[in-house]
């Protein structure tokens, strides 16, 4: 997380620069990202992400998608999922602790969606 963090801050840093250049919808996915990036540990919606840009979750959706080719559910799961493989291969937490820091309060939950994503269960990854 704290990577993420990092280098968003020199792209934001960059960014801020050339702010009075971005369009809105620009502004209104960086802040998007900012915000994920921030907040992706605790239990975040798209409808809390929206409402903290300040913009419908619709509208969100649909700018994510044109301009990111992903929506912006999958950008937190992204974001969510890389954090947790990072964790994993660290061999330093259980995965019960690895969900909890990356998002999900269930474990069956997150490893689901580890193997959606990753195509193996967290337990696997983690043994090889």
Do not use: C, W
């Not at 900012?34 to 649909?62: E, K, M, R, T």
């Not at 259980?94 to 999900?104: C, D, L, S």
């Amino acid at each position: 997380g704290l990577a993420y963090q990092l280098i968003f801050e020199l792209i934001n840093k960059n960014m801020l620069e050339k702010k009075e250049h971005l369009s809105f919808v620009h502004t209104h996915i960086l802040n998007a990202k900012q915000y994920i990036y921030n907040n992706y540990q605790f239990s975040i919606s798209v409808n809390d992400i929206a409402s903290n840009v300040g913009v419908s979750p619709n509208y969100l959706a649909n700018i994510f998608q044109e301009y990111e080719h992903m929506t912006t559910k999958q950008f937190l799961i992204k974001v969510r999922m890389e954090n947790a493989k990072s964790l994993l291969l660290t061999n330093k937490y259980k995965i019960k602790e690895i969900a909890k820091n990356v998002g999900y309060a269930n474990q069956l939950y997150f490893s689901n969606e580890f193997k959606k994503y990753y195509g193996v269960y967290p337990t696997e990854m983690k043994k090889h």
